[in-house]
């Protein structure tokens, strides 16, 4: 268990606040901590913060999400939290954010003096909706309302930072 989880005593995300390296750790946050957090259900709240890349909008977000808008609004008002379904696409959204700041980091990038100037949700949102080969020539949010095309997604990018045909 994350030591934010540990000391609070809530279900508070450990990437809440969605600041740079904080999809990071969501991403190497382990598989049974995360699925605790998606089956008690993200804060709306933390959700928005995570969701908010500005060059996607969180409307274009949250509708590749399969999220309605008004009732994900009403649920962050509210203080309420997301159910399990939508919990675990939001955070599976998050995790790919999280795996490009990965990536950039594996890369070694930051020896480049890159590291601090890349922004991984820029990167990612234009990546996202740019049709891809690998994908069929799918664009990658159009995927992103199933947890097997957010899979795909997150193994295209895998393949990407291997050197495999992307």
Excluded: C, H
Excluded at 1 to 8: D, E, G, K, L, W
Excluded at 28 to 53: C, N, Q
């Amino acid at each position: 268990m994350s030591q934010s989880v540990a000391r609070s005593g809530k279900n508070t995300p450990p990437a809440a606040g969605a600041s740079a390296g904080q999809y990071g750790r969501l991403y190497r946050t382990p598989a049974m901590e995360r699925i605790r957090l998606i089956t008690t259900g993200v804060r709306a709240e933390d959700a928005k913060k995570w969701l908010d890349i500005a060059s996607l909008g969180r409307s274009a977000t949250l509708k590749a999400l399969d999220l309605p808008v008004a009732t994900f609004n009403r649920k962050v008002k509210a203080g309420e939290r997301l159910s399990q379904a939508e919990s675990e696409r939001v955070i599976g959204f998050a995790r790919l954010v999280g795996q490009v700041e990965a990536m950039v980091e594996e890369a070694g990038v930051e020896e480049a003096g890159g590291a601090a100037d890349f922004d991984a949700q820029e990167w990612l949102a234009r990546w996202l909706t740019t049709p891809v080969p690998a994908l069929g020539g799918a664009r990658p949010i159009d995927l992103m309302g199933t947890m097997e095309g957010q899979g795909l997604v997150s193994q295209t990018l895998a393949q990407m930072s291997s050197g495999a045909y992307a």
